[in-house]
């Protein structure tokens, strides 16, 4: 929670709600009445009771009341992680989210033969040699880019779910974690992806990837075109 001295009651009473709105989510989604979890119903039946207090309170007690139930709020969230199988927060995307974690075509960074790169780089090599090491750049590129299309296509029936989880967690302040980012990322795909009417940007992007990816394609063509006749040099077996 932001410090309520440096936003205006507004603002403030907005984050309150909605991180109030959050922890409805919450016990909502943890459902623990029947789950042998002890632990975990506990946790849910006590961010339940404190929101429903801090909804009747009246008067000076209520400020004090709401901040506090937005604290536990928070600090549930923040351990959303631990919370039981089938009940936590992007749990149908954490696979996808950890492979997904390190294959932003946006990131520069290479994925493959980083050290050897790197030094490639910085050494005294002839121009042909250069160039090669200039396509395995936009190879590895064209590799992310790929996958990270596989799967944003594996994630599209969990996306609408997570939407909503990122929107009260964005709301509520509590935009901390890995996964957020990167299921914006996902997000942002689908939706580049899914518009029927993309603007010069958008555009721009899509063509770029368009051109990488046939820059891709040819470098394949040809690959396997030299190993077919490579194939072909062998002595047939007896």
């Not at 942002?188 to 010069?200: A, I, R």
Request: charged share 30%; proline share 4%.
């Amino acid at each position: 929670m932001h410090d309520s001295s440096s936003s205006s009651p507004t603002v403030v009473s907005a984050r309150c709600e909605a991180t109030l709105e959050l922890g409805r989510k919450l016990t909502s989604e943890l459902d623990l009445d029947r789950s042998v979890d002890t632990l975990g119903r506990w946790m849910a039946h006590y961010v339940a009771e404190l929101i429903q207090d801090a909804e009747k309170a009246s008067g000076e007690e209520r400020p004090a009341k709401i901040r506090a139930c937005c604290e536990v709020i928070i600090s549930l969230w923040k351990h959303r992680h631990e919370l039981p199988n089938g009940k936590r927060p992007f749990e149908e995307l954490e696979p996808i989210l950890r492979a997904l974690e390190s294959l932003d075509p946006d990131d520069s960074t290479p994925r493959y033969f980083r050290s050897a790169r790197a030094a490639a780089d910085d050494a005294d090599m002839d121009g042909k040699a250069k160039s090669w090491l200039k396509l395995i750049d936009s190879l590895d590129y064209s590799a992310r880019m790929l996958i990270r299309y596989c799967l944003t296509q594996a994630a599209e029936v969990a996306l609408d779910k997570s939407r909503e989880w990122v929107a009260l967690a964005e709301a509520a302040g509590a935009d901390n974690g890995v996964e957020l980012p990167i299921i914006r990322v996902l997000v942002g795909e689908n939706s580049l992806l899914k518009k029927s009417d993309p603007n010069e940007a958008n555009r721009k992007q899509l063509q770029d990837r368009i051109d990488r990816l046939e820059g891709f394609t040819q470098m394949a063509n040809a690959l396997a075109s030299d190993l077919k006749r490579r194939v072909q040099e062998f002595p047939e077996a007896e």
